[in-house]
Protein backbone atom coordinates (compact mmCIF):
# COMPACT_ATOMS: atom_id res chain seq x y z
CA UNK A 1 0.00 0.00 0.00
CA UNK A 2 1.05 3.42 -0.62
CA UNK A 3 0.50 6.76 0.88
CA UNK A 4 2.92 10.16 1.29
CA UNK A 5 4.74 10.22 4.47
CA UNK A 6 2.42 13.18 5.22
CA UNK A 7 -0.62 11.55 5.29
CA UNK A 8 1.06 8.24 7.22
CA UNK A 9 1.97 11.21 9.81
CA UNK A 10 -1.90 12.20 9.49
CA UNK A 11 -2.68 8.66 11.10
CA UNK A 12 -0.72 9.48 14.20
CA UNK A 13 -3.40 12.76 14.78
CA UNK A 14 -6.34 10.42 14.00
CA UNK A 15 -4.84 7.55 16.79
CA UNK A 16 -4.15 10.44 19.15
CA UNK A 17 -8.12 11.47 18.47
CA UNK A 18 -9.54 8.22 18.68
CA UNK A 19 -7.26 7.72 22.00
CA UNK A 20 -8.93 10.83 23.03
CA UNK A 21 -12.60 9.91 21.85
CA UNK A 22 -11.77 6.31 23.73
CA UNK A 23 -11.32 8.33 27.30
CA UNK A 24 -14.62 10.55 27.13
CA UNK A 25 -16.48 7.36 25.99
CA UNK A 26 -15.27 5.95 29.23
CA UNK A 27 -15.51 9.15 31.49
CA UNK A 28 -19.06 9.18 30.07
CA UNK A 29 -19.57 5.82 31.32
CA UNK A 30 -17.67 6.86 34.83
CA UNK A 31 -19.84 9.80 36.01
CA UNK A 32 -19.77 9.64 39.41
CA UNK A 33 -23.29 10.19 39.97
CA UNK A 34 -23.93 7.13 37.97
CA UNK A 35 -23.63 4.94 40.99
CA UNK A 36 -25.61 6.93 43.21
CA UNK A 37 -28.48 7.45 40.86
CA UNK A 38 -28.97 3.78 39.96
CA UNK A 39 -28.62 2.89 44.02
CA UNK A 40 -31.37 5.71 44.75
CA UNK A 41 -33.62 4.62 41.67
CA UNK A 42 -33.18 0.97 43.00
CA UNK A 43 -34.12 2.57 46.63
CA UNK A 44 -36.90 4.47 45.44
CA UNK A 45 -39.69 2.11 45.32
CA UNK A 46 -39.03 0.64 48.95
CA UNK A 47 -39.38 4.67 49.76
CA UNK A 48 -43.05 4.88 48.11
CA UNK A 49 -44.65 1.31 49.03
CA UNK A 50 -43.67 2.82 52.71
CA UNK A 51 -45.40 5.86 52.15
CA UNK A 52 -48.57 4.10 50.78
CA UNK A 53 -47.89 1.85 53.51
CA UNK A 54 -47.58 4.22 56.65
CA UNK A 55 -50.58 6.30 54.67
CA UNK A 56 -53.01 3.20 54.55
CA UNK A 57 -52.10 2.37 58.15
CA UNK A 58 -53.59 5.84 59.31
CA UNK A 59 -56.71 5.81 56.98
CA UNK A 60 -57.08 2.29 58.68
CA UNK A 61 -57.18 4.04 62.26
CA UNK A 62 -58.57 7.11 61.71
CA UNK A 63 -61.79 4.94 60.96
CA UNK A 64 -61.29 3.17 63.83
CA UNK A 65 -61.08 6.32 65.78
CA UNK A 66 -64.39 7.71 64.64
CA UNK A 67 -65.71 3.70 65.27
CA UNK A 68 -64.38 4.42 68.87
CA UNK A 69 -65.73 7.61 69.23
CA UNK A 70 -69.33 6.57 68.30
CA UNK A 71 -69.43 4.08 70.21
CA UNK A 72 -68.27 6.37 73.62
CA UNK A 73 -71.15 8.87 72.47
CA UNK A 74 -73.67 6.43 72.31
CA UNK A 75 -73.26 5.53 75.66
CA UNK A 76 -72.82 9.25 76.76
CA UNK A 77 -76.23 9.93 74.90
CA UNK A 78 -77.97 6.70 76.59
CA UNK A 79 -76.93 7.40 80.00
CA UNK A 80 -77.97 11.22 79.60
CA UNK A 81 -81.14 10.03 78.60
CA UNK A 82 -81.71 7.87 81.56
CA UNK A 83 -79.89 10.67 84.33
CA UNK A 84 -82.96 13.21 82.68
CA UNK A 85 -85.03 10.39 83.08
CA UNK A 86 -84.06 9.52 86.44
CA UNK A 87 -84.04 13.34 87.71
CA UNK A 88 -87.34 13.46 86.46
CA UNK A 89 -88.60 10.88 89.32
CA UNK A 90 -91.05 9.53 86.59
CA UNK A 91 -92.15 6.00 86.73
CA UNK A 92 -92.01 3.32 89.44
CA UNK A 93 -89.78 2.77 92.50
CA UNK A 94 -88.43 -0.22 90.79
CA UNK A 95 -88.32 1.57 87.25
CA UNK A 96 -85.97 3.98 89.07
CA UNK A 97 -84.03 1.41 90.92
CA UNK A 98 -83.09 -0.29 87.14
CA UNK A 99 -82.50 3.17 85.73
CA UNK A 100 -79.72 3.53 88.54
CA UNK A 101 -78.57 0.13 87.72
CA UNK A 102 -78.39 1.12 84.58
CA UNK A 103 -76.41 4.30 84.68
CA UNK A 104 -73.58 2.56 87.03
CA UNK A 105 -73.19 -0.65 83.78
CA UNK A 106 -73.51 2.07 81.81
CA UNK A 107 -70.29 4.16 83.06
CA UNK A 108 -68.92 1.36 83.64
CA UNK A 109 -68.73 0.26 79.76
CA UNK A 110 -68.18 3.96 79.02
CA UNK A 111 -64.80 3.74 80.96
CA UNK A 112 -63.81 0.61 79.13
CA UNK A 113 -64.88 2.12 75.42
CA UNK A 114 -62.82 5.85 76.39
CA UNK A 115 -59.75 3.32 77.19
CA UNK A 116 -60.09 1.64 73.96
CA UNK A 117 -60.95 4.80 71.92
CA UNK A 118 -57.57 6.50 73.92
CA UNK A 119 -55.36 3.48 73.02
CA UNK A 120 -56.60 4.03 69.46
CA UNK A 121 -56.15 7.60 69.14
CA UNK A 122 -52.40 6.95 70.62
CA UNK A 123 -51.87 4.59 67.50
CA UNK A 124 -53.21 6.82 65.20
CA UNK A 125 -50.97 9.01 66.66
CA UNK A 126 -47.82 7.17 65.99
CA UNK A 127 -48.96 5.54 62.56
CA UNK A 128 -49.54 9.71 61.82
CA UNK A 129 -45.72 10.14 63.18
CA UNK A 130 -44.46 7.07 60.80
CA UNK A 131 -46.05 8.51 57.88
CA UNK A 132 -44.99 11.77 58.10
CA UNK A 133 -41.49 10.49 58.27
CA UNK A 134 -41.73 8.41 55.61
CA UNK A 135 -42.97 10.80 53.18
CA UNK A 136 -39.77 13.38 54.53
CA UNK A 137 -37.60 10.62 53.61
CA UNK A 138 -39.02 10.17 50.33
CA UNK A 139 -39.20 13.83 49.25
CA UNK A 140 -35.59 14.21 50.91
CA UNK A 141 -34.78 11.25 48.42
CA UNK A 142 -36.29 12.49 45.48
CA UNK A 143 -34.55 16.17 46.36
CA UNK A 144 -31.15 14.09 46.27
CA UNK A 145 -31.94 12.23 43.26
CA UNK A 146 -32.67 15.35 41.27
CA UNK A 147 -29.82 16.63 42.18
CA UNK A 148 -27.67 13.80 41.18
CA UNK A 149 -29.42 13.63 37.72
CA UNK A 150 -28.82 17.57 37.09
CA UNK A 151 -24.90 16.94 37.75
CA UNK A 152 -25.08 14.30 35.52
CA UNK A 153 -26.36 16.00 32.62
CA UNK A 154 -24.67 18.99 33.31
CA UNK A 155 -21.50 16.81 33.10
CA UNK A 156 -22.30 14.05 30.51
CA UNK A 157 -23.70 17.58 28.19
CA UNK A 158 -19.77 18.76 28.50
CA UNK A 159 -18.09 15.49 27.85
CA UNK A 160 -20.68 14.65 24.72
CA UNK A 161 -19.44 18.35 23.75
CA UNK A 162 -16.09 17.74 23.80
CA UNK A 163 -16.25 14.55 22.05
CA UNK A 164 -18.21 15.80 19.03
CA UNK A 165 -15.54 18.57 18.78
CA UNK A 166 -12.86 16.09 18.73
CA UNK A 167 -15.22 13.54 16.44
CA UNK A 168 -15.37 16.68 14.10
CA UNK A 169 -11.60 16.91 14.17
CA UNK A 170 -11.41 13.36 13.13
CA UNK A 171 -13.76 13.21 10.61
CA UNK A 172 -11.37 15.99 8.87
CA UNK A 173 -8.55 13.97 9.26
CA UNK A 174 -10.64 10.97 7.56
CA UNK A 175 -11.78 13.00 4.88
CA UNK A 176 -7.77 14.01 3.91
CA UNK A 177 -6.85 10.12 4.08
CA UNK A 178 -7.32 7.67 1.42
CA UNK A 179 -9.80 5.17 1.84
CA UNK A 180 -7.60 2.42 1.50
CA UNK A 181 -5.38 3.59 4.53
CA UNK A 182 -8.41 4.48 6.50
CA UNK A 183 -9.93 1.09 6.00
CA UNK A 184 -6.75 -0.58 7.21
CA UNK A 185 -5.96 1.89 10.21
CA UNK A 186 -9.68 0.74 11.34
CA UNK A 187 -9.16 -3.13 11.04
CA UNK A 188 -5.61 -2.99 13.05
CA UNK A 189 -7.56 -0.52 15.92
CA UNK A 190 -10.41 -3.43 15.93
CA UNK A 191 -7.89 -5.95 16.79
CA UNK A 192 -5.33 -4.33 18.45
CA UNK A 193 -6.91 -1.07 20.27
CA UNK A 194 -4.67 0.93 18.25
CA UNK A 195 -4.45 0.90 14.05
CA UNK A 196 -1.12 2.83 14.21
CA UNK A 197 2.07 4.04 16.17
CA UNK A 198 5.31 6.09 15.82
CA UNK A 199 8.53 4.02 14.88
CA UNK A 200 10.71 5.39 18.09
CA UNK A 201 14.61 4.25 18.96
CA UNK A 202 13.42 1.24 16.90
CA UNK A 203 10.71 0.45 19.16
CA UNK A 204 7.28 0.10 17.57
CA UNK A 205 5.16 2.75 19.99
CA UNK A 206 2.15 0.41 19.68
CA UNK A 207 3.52 -3.13 21.35
CA UNK A 208 6.51 -1.46 22.29
CA UNK A 209 8.86 -4.19 21.34
CA UNK A 210 12.20 -3.15 19.62
CA UNK A 211 12.65 -4.66 15.84
CA UNK A 212 15.10 -6.56 15.24
CA UNK A 213 17.62 -5.96 12.44
CA UNK A 214 16.13 -7.68 9.50
CA UNK A 215 12.24 -5.55 10.09
CA UNK A 216 14.76 -2.66 10.82
CA UNK A 217 16.89 -2.87 7.37
CA UNK A 218 13.53 -3.71 5.64
CA UNK A 219 12.28 -0.43 6.68
CA UNK A 220 14.96 1.29 6.30
CA UNK A 221 15.01 0.04 2.21
CA UNK A 222 11.15 0.70 1.93
CA UNK A 223 10.20 3.81 -0.09
CA UNK A 224 8.61 6.71 1.75
CA UNK A 225 5.31 6.28 0.66
CA UNK A 226 5.25 2.88 1.44
CA UNK A 227 3.05 1.38 4.40
CA UNK A 228 4.86 -0.42 6.76
CA UNK A 229 3.69 -2.56 9.54
CA UNK A 230 4.73 -3.78 12.75
CA UNK A 231 5.78 -7.67 12.24
CA UNK A 232 5.00 -8.11 15.91
CA UNK A 233 1.26 -6.45 16.40
CA UNK A 234 0.87 -5.92 12.58
CA UNK A 235 -0.31 -1.94 13.31
CA UNK A 236 0.89 0.67 11.10
CA UNK A 237 4.20 1.92 11.69
CA UNK A 238 4.41 5.31 10.78
CA UNK A 239 8.49 6.39 10.53
CA UNK A 240 9.27 9.63 12.57
CA UNK A 241 12.67 12.05 12.82
CA UNK A 242 13.58 9.47 16.11
CA UNK A 243 12.75 6.06 14.66
CA UNK A 244 16.50 5.32 14.40
CA UNK A 245 16.88 3.97 11.30
Do not use: F, W
Amino acid sequence: MKASPQMQARLLELQELDTRISQLEHRLRSVPELIDIARMEREQPGLEAEVVRTSTEVSDLEREVARAEAAVQLVRDRAARDRQRLEAGTGSAKDLQGLQHELESLARRQGVLEDEELEVMERAEQAEAAEREATTALEQHEARLAELRVARDEKVAAIGAERDEVAAGRDAIVADVSDELVALYERMRAQTGSGAAPLQQRRCGGCRLELNAVDLGRIRAAAEDEVVRCEECGRILVRTAESGL
